[in-house]
């Protein structure tokens, strides 16, 4: 079993949609949890970090952390074609700085 | 903003040569790290460093070496190039558990 699963996708929903993506992580002593996007050829950019259960909202976005549950999904509101990327989920076991990357889930939003 | 510079953007280098990847960062952030990517692994830590002259394996650091001589400075050496190193190599710096500042990334292939 991965340490950070994502389904690899491609997830694809309209221009205008809610886009769902999830993160299941095996460490329940895991701390800190973060939504990376990378766009083909680029390197990685911070979306949202999150680290108590709940729901936390920035603009179109929102992080939702589950631990009971070993979840954290990122909802993204009015999809746009420029949110087409891999998101990757991060996620901090300990009091480290290490991230544990998943493989990513790929996006794509249709005109 | 924090800027997180690689030097080389591409990169070959025959097989059994020592390669040298070089990181800088702006920032006077203490963490700095070292991961590769690969289609379908994701992101996959090499080494880390929390300070000068302080270095950790992560999960793959066969192969590798790090230095730190310099807090802005964390080079990543291949000591002896082989082909399934062929890979896009990432370094990022934080100061906090707020997540990474990744560089543009180098793209090596080991021929």
């Known amino acids: 079993q991965k340490e950070v699963e994502q389904n690899s996708g491609p997830l694809s929903v309209p221009e205008g949609a809610i886009a769902s993506l999830n993160c299941t992580y095996s460490d329940r002593g895991s701390q800190s949890f973060f939504w990376y996007r990378q766009y083909s050829g680029k390197s990685p950019e911070l979306i949202m970090f999150i680290y108590s259960n709940g729901d936390k909202e920035d603009g179109r976005f929102t992080a939702q952390l589950n631990k009971a549950s070993q979840y954290v999904s990122l909802l993204i509101r009015d999809s746009q074609p420029s949110d087409s990327a891999t998101y990757l989920c991060a996620v901090s076991r300990d009091s480290s700085y290490k991230l544990i990357f998943g493989s990513g889930t790929r996006l794509l939003v249709r005109p | ?111």
């Not at chain 2, 280098?13 to 952030?29: A, I, S, W, Y």
């Not at chain 2, 302080?54 to 050496?77: A, N």
């Open chain 2, 1 to 111: 903003d924090v800027k997180v510079t690689q030097s080389s953007r591409y990169l070959v280098k025959r097989t059994g040569e020592k390669v040298f990847l070089e990181c800088v960062q702006d920032m006077d952030h203490e963490n700095m790290f070292w991961y590769r990517q690969d289609p379908g692994l994701g992101l996959r830590l090499i080494y880390f460093s929390y300070d000068v002259k302080m270095k950790e394996k992560g999960d793959i650091p066969e192969g590798y070496s790090v230095s730190r001589e310099k807090k802005e400075r964390f080079s990543l050496i291949l000591e002896s190039a082989s082909t399934n190193q062929t890979s896009m190599y990432l370094c990022a710096s934080s100061f906090t558990t707020y997540g990474y500042t990744f560089g543009s990334g180098t793209r090596l292939t080991v021929v």
